[in-house]
Antibody
């Protein structure tokens, strides 16, 4: 069965970076994009962007350009998202999700809680 | 960005019909393809896809869930509501980048 397994919770200091992983299994990794979504109580669900797992090409929501960097390791079927220059506003649960060209998210990771605090 | 508007809360009785609406600030349809999707999220869990392209039931989702609409107005219907359906429901559009989500509707028991 399709599974997306994300890395564990992160506690980070303001100004630092974190890198979250999303390991896929149960399907051909390069046949689907991996998207990333941020969830906070205040802002709800926000789309960060996606990575084409075959080519490595990326597409970012303008809001997250410079904040998020998406990469992929095809050999391990793992997608990564690095968040840089962290501020308390980056505290959230971050999800990876499998997406296709038509744009819905059929499978989601379990979420990674990132807490930014000094 | 396309703004999706949902009512924050809907109170229903078990066994009754729940109708959850989502209104887009501009059309999310291309010809006859409606790029609106619906998710259910329970506390502490990731969202789960219920409906894709406005009216298509996702795999494994019970037939009491259905979706309809086109253009800017879309509806998720749950009939009849069961106790397990108490959750938050989100719409999402993929018509225009960036994808956007509604703020969610919390389904509560009357």
């Amino acid at each position: 069965q399709v599974q997306l397994q994300q890395s564990g919770a992160e506690l980070a200091k303001p100004g630092s970076s974190v890198k979250i992983s999303c390991k896929a299994s149960g399907y051909t990794f390069t046949s689907y994009y991996i998207s990333w979504i941020k969830q906070t109580t205040g802002q709800g669900l926000e789309y960060i962007g996606y990575i084409n797992t075959g080519s490595g090409g990326t597409n970012y929501n303008e809001k997250f350009k410079g904040k998020a960097t998406l990469t992929v390791d095809k050999s391990s079927s793992t997608a990564f998202m690095q968040l840089s220059s962290l501020t308390p506003d980056d505290s959230a649960v971050y999800y990876c999700a499998r997406s296709g060209f038509s744009g819905w998210f059929a499978y989601w990771g379990q979420g990674t809680l990132v807490t930014v605090s000094s | 960005d396309i703004v999706l508007t949902q009512s924050p809360v809907l109170a229903v009785s078990l066994g009754q019909r729940a109708t959850i609406s989502c209104r887009a600030s501009q059309s999310v349809s291309i010809s006859s393809i409606n790029l609106m999707h619906w998710y259910q999220q329970k506390p502490g869990q990731q969202p789960k896809l219920l409906i894709y392209r406005a009216s298509n039931l996702a795999s494994g989702i019970p037939a009491r869930f259905s979706g309809s609409g086109s253009g800017t107005d879309f509806t998720l219907t749950i009939d009849p509501v069961q106790a397990d359906d108490i959750a938050a429901y989100y719409c999402q559009q993929s018509r225009e980048s960036p994808d956007t989500f509604g703020a969610g509707t919390k389904l509560e028991l009357k």
